[in-house]
């Protein structure tokens, strides 16, 4: 039995020990905002914090995750309020969306560790791939989420999960249901 800690919650894996972090995150604990991509810990897709530092989940086995404070991108906030969060979006740093969790966690990580980071600490520490080719962009997002998080600027940018879906329909035609819409 594996015993760690997840988006602040206690658990404890039944697996063998040296099962990928990655597939106990997914499969077990359905946190699937955790990407798998390569599988060998090129892509980044699968980063999350362990003990604060970004780490590829596809190359940490549960064994070696074992008492530790695993974050995921469903942890790092409920409600969508990270700096990091809200720049992408606000920079519109994303696309097709695959990359961005493990994006996000890299981020999250350089900015807790560096306030301040310079192009070079970004490209040192934001090792993901996208293949839609955000980059520019990135580096855009990070630049303001790290001026929000030191209170320099102010992000708002997602809009709150509580949005019911209702609301939602009825502010965008295309997800009305389709016995609502007038033409």
């Excluded at 206690?10 to 699937?32: G, K, M």
């Excluded at 600490?121 to 080719?133: S, V």
């Amino acid at each position: 039995m594996t015993r760690m800690t997840v988006n602040n919650r206690p658990v404890q894996y039944l697996l063998d020990p040296e099962t990928p972090l990655l597939w106990a995150l997914r499969d077990a604990s359905n946190l699937t905002g955790t990407k798998y991509g390569c599988g060998t810990g090129d892509c980044g897709a699968c980063m999350v914090l362990v003990d604060g530092v970004a780490l590829r989940s596809c190359l940490v086995t549960i064994a070696e995750a074992e008492g530790r404070l695993i974050t995921t991108i469903e942890g790092l906030s409920r409600d969508r309020s990270h700096p990091v969060q809200q720049a992408l979006v606000a920079e519109q740093a994303i696309q097709c969306g695959f990359c961005t969790p493990g994006i996000a966690i890299a981020a999250a990580a350089l900015l807790e560790s560096n306030p301040a980071p310079s192009r070079e600490d970004m490209n040192e520490a934001i090792p993901n791939i996208c293949r839609c080719g955000v980059y520019p962009r990135l580096t855009r997002a990070i630049t303001r989420a790290a001026e929000s998080a030191s209170g320099a600027a102010a992000i708002e940018a997602a809009p709150p999960p509580s949005v019911s879906p209702e609301e939602a329909a009825r502010d965008v035609p295309a997800l009305r249901p389709e016995a609502a819409r007038t033409e």
